[in-house]
């Protein structure tokens, strides 16, 4: 078994065909046919179900992949750092919810040091990969946030993973429009004045866990409910559709004023805490104190 092989298979798992997966990789079908059954023999187990109709994952596939991932993401850490390229150049990376506080405070590091060689990267992505990003050394810090309807279950997973949370600010919960809907001037709405309209939450669908959203009033009945996964794609379907999102009323000026986003007060109240997660006993680099740093200029807690 090696790394390539492994890869294969979260590929193919991820692809709707084999010739599919075989062109994102780069490599003749047979020739990835032939290396996944020669997996499968040397591990003993059939990990894709082969069939007229395509291939599908066995349950031994199902764990096989489960552990697949882990080992693919360790690898790219220790890629990352010892491989020769980039061995001689700064590191430093950030996983996120979807804040721009966030995304100022890195460039803020990045502008602050100016290091003649760096491959730093930030990550605005779903809940649980940004928890699974800092457990797994791919990022050295993350923010992430909860409210009082998830918080037993984000606590949970910080303690699982081995992560030490730390509090930033705690937020009230705010409506974002287009500043040219009918309600974007109201000073408070509440939620039945809201149903008619379309509600945009980031994609959190992966996890299986509507728990792990980043918004506030994760436990109510959306009558009208589209997943994004893109920042653009969200202002998009709030601009042409008419409909709204949950967040915190942090605006940043380009959302307000480029992209004619407006933040109201939502009625209903759900405080969203938003802090950032290391590994429990870490040493911070310079990048990673110099980040909190910057965090702590939004610290309202």
Same mark, same amino acid.
């Given at each position: 078994?090696?790394?390539?092989?492994?890869?294969?298979?979260?590929?193919?798992?991820?692809?709707?065909?084999?010739?599919?997966?075989?062109?994102?990789?780069?490599?003749?079908? /047979?020739?990835?046919?032939?290396?996944?059954?020669?997996?499968?023999?040397?591990?003993?187990?059939?990990?894709?179900?082969?069939?007229?109709?395509?291939?599908s994952l066995?349950?031994?596939?199902?764990?096989?992949?489960?552990?697949?991932k882990?080992?693919?993401?360790?690898?790219?850490?220790?890629?990352?750092?010892?491989?020769?390229?980039?061995?001689?150049?700064?590191?430093?990376?950030?996983?996120?919810?979807?804040?721009?506080?966030?995304?100022?405070?890195?460039?803020?590091?990045?502008?602050?040091?100016? /290091?003649?060689?760096?491959v730093?990267?930030?990550?605005?992505?779903?809940?649980?990969?940004?928890?699974?990003?800092?457990?797994?050394?791919?990022?050295?810090?993350?923010?992430?946030?909860?409210?009082?309807?998830?918080?037993?279950?984000?606590?949970?997973?910080?303690?699982?993973?081995?992560?030490?949370?730390?509090?930033?600010m705690?937020?009230?919960?705010?409506?974002?429009?287009?500043?040219?809907?009918?309600?974007?001037?109201?000073?408070?709405?509440?939620?039945?004045?809201?149903?008619?309209?379309?509600?945009?939450?980031?994609?959190?669908?992966?996890?299986?866990?509507?728990?792990?959203?980043?918004?506030?009033?994760?436990?109510?009945?959306?009558?009208?409910l589209?997943?994004?996964?893109?920042?653009a794609?969200?202002?998009?379907?709030?601009?042409?559709?008419?409909?709204?999102?949950?967040?915190?009323?942090?605006?940043?000026?380009?959302?307000?004023?480029?992209?004619?986003?407006?933040?109201?007060?939502?009625?209903?109240?759900?405080?969203?805490?938003?802090?950032?997660?290391?590994?429990?006993?870490?040493?911070?680099?310079?990048y990673?104190?110099?980040?909190?740093?910057?965090?702590?200029?939004?610290?309202?807690?």
């Open positions: 078994m090696n790394i390539n092989q492994i890869r294969y298979v979260l590929k193919v798992a991820a692809s709707s065909s084999m010739r599919e997966a075989a062109t994102g990789l780069y490599v003749s079908q /047979p020739a990835l046919s032939a290396s996944i059954r020669e997996l499968e023999e040397e591990l003993g187990i059939l990990i894709f179900e082969r069939t007229n109709k395509g291939i066995t349950e031994d596939g199902r764990e096989f992949l489960s552990y697949a882990k080992v693919v993401s360790q690898y790219e850490v220790l890629e990352d750092r010892y491989i020769a390229v980039g061995r001689d150049k700064e590191q430093f990376s950030v996983s996120t919810q979807h804040y721009n506080f966030a995304i100022k405070s890195f460039t803020n590091v990045i502008k602050q040091f100016e /290091p003649e060689k760096y730093f990267s930030i990550h605005e992505t779903r809940t649980i990969e940004v928890l699974e990003n800092v457990r797994d050394f791919r990022s050295e810090i993350g923010i992430v946030s909860y409210s009082g309807s998830n918080e037993s279950l984000i606590k949970k997973l910080i303690r699982e993973y081995q992560l030490e949370f730390t509090p930033v705690r937020r009230e919960t705010y409506i974002y429009f287009w500043k040219n809907h009918k309600l974007a001037k109201r000073k408070n709405v509440s939620l039945e004045e809201l149903k008619e309209y379309p509600c945009i939450a980031f994609d959190q669908s992966d996890d299986s866990n509507f728990y792990l959203t980043e918004e506030a009033m994760a436990d109510y009945d959306y009558d009208k589209i997943k994004s996964d893109d920042r794609t969200t202002m998009e379907l709030i601009a042409t559709l008419g409909g709204y999102s949950i967040g915190s009323g942090m605006l940043s000026e380009e959302d307000a004023i480029l992209k004619g986003l407006v933040s109201v007060k939502l009625k209903e109240e759900d405080p969203l805490v938003i802090g950032y997660i290391v590994r429990r006993g870490s040493k911070l680099s310079k990673g104190e110099a980040y909190i740093e910057e965090l702590n200029k939004y610290k309202e807690l």
